[in-house]
């Protein structure tokens, strides 16, 4: 499925925006990077119209990409370490505190234990996640964290009622309008499913599988449809459509295969932070101790690793 057009909370920033097809997720965009966003294409829904999907074909393609032997060694530490630089480090919780974010933020700096990341010679790369992502409520929080351990880790917040969508347009662009104030540079925003429904189009620059908080979240199958949306888009109109599939990727394995398919349907350009981004909560600690295990040759015990 392609989106065009812009968005209805395009107030200076990149949007994201996606619907998980057949899934009965939510639509989940969002404003990406609020220097700068692309400006988009004239809506064409004739274009929208002649789309079709072959399923069983797509069903195959997902089932080979995920039966796939994964790299190893050397090769899995080097494409575990790019998968946490577009990880999306996020604590969507009811009991968030001012102190988990801190050390959300802390491990969001410090993502990987620096003695591995020595024994790899990466301890001076700067590597840290894209982002973290907290609730409207908590992006003080982060932004005053990330501040005082002296990095410049984007803030993204979820907003416009999340994880429903489910409220009056002034409340969801109010709070859009109170994250900003507070610090924060990029925006995942929930669409009502009755602009897809009912084919009001909307333009983004990222699109989502979904909110996460869903039965079913980021699948491959829809993913690849996702996918090969953003690469006619960009065939068409040579704007770039970033992708941040979230909600149930927990294993560095999994990482991989999201690496692998972002590779071999929209190419190298798009394996990075600006256009790829990963949502998740406890991938990292699978990430580490998987670095942790190529690194002593032994599985890390519960104490060996920080938690964030």
Not at 27 to 40: R, Y
């Amino acid at each position: 499925m392609a989106t065009q057009g812009r968005g209805e909370a395009g107030a200076g920033g990149r949007r994201k925006g996606s619907t998980e097809a057949g899934s009965g997720s939510q639509l989940c965009c969002g404003l990406f990077d609020m220097s700068a966003h692309q400006q988009g294409t004239e809506l064409d829904l004739s274009w929208i119209s002649k789309i079709q999907v072959n399923k069983p074909a797509v069903l195959r393609r997902a089932e080979q990409i995920q039966a796939r032997r994964p790299v190893k060694k050397e090769w899995q530490a080097a494409w575990l370490l790019k998968a946490v630089t577009c990880i999306d480090l996020t604590t969507l919780s009811g009991d968030d505190t001012a102190s988990n974010v801190q050390r959300l933020c802390y491990k969001a700096k410090y993502p990987i234990r620096e003695d591995l990341l020595k024994a790899l010679n990466m301890h001076d790369k700067g590597i840290t996640t894209a982002a973290v992502c907290v609730y409207p409520a908590r992006v003080c929080d982060a932004v005053k964290a990330l501040k005082a351990a002296g990095c410049d880790i984007p803030v993204a917040s979820v907003a416009t009622g999340f994880p429903a969508g489910q409220t009056h347009l002034k409340t969801r662009l109010e709070e859009i309008r109170l994250a900003v104030e507070d610090g924060a540079t990029e925006i995942d925003v929930v669409i009502n499913r009755t602009l897809v429904l009912t084919g009001q189009w909307k333009g983004s620059d990222f699109i989502k599988t979904s909110t996460g908080k869903e039965t079913v979240n980021a699948t491959f199958p829809v993913a690849i449809v996702m996918l090969r949306a953003i690469r006619d888009f960009f065939w068409k109109t040579g704007n770039k459509v970033g992708f941040k599939p979230a909600g149930g990727i927990r294993s560095a394995k999994d990482s991989l295969v999201w690496l692998s398919l972002i590779k071999e349907e929209l190419g190298d350009e798009w394996m990075k932070p600006e256009l790829f981004r990963i949502g998740a909560s406890t991938l990292l600690a699978d990430i580490e101790r998987q670095i942790y295990h190529h690194v002593t040759g032994r599985y890390a015990a519960y104490h060996d690793l920080p938690m964030s």
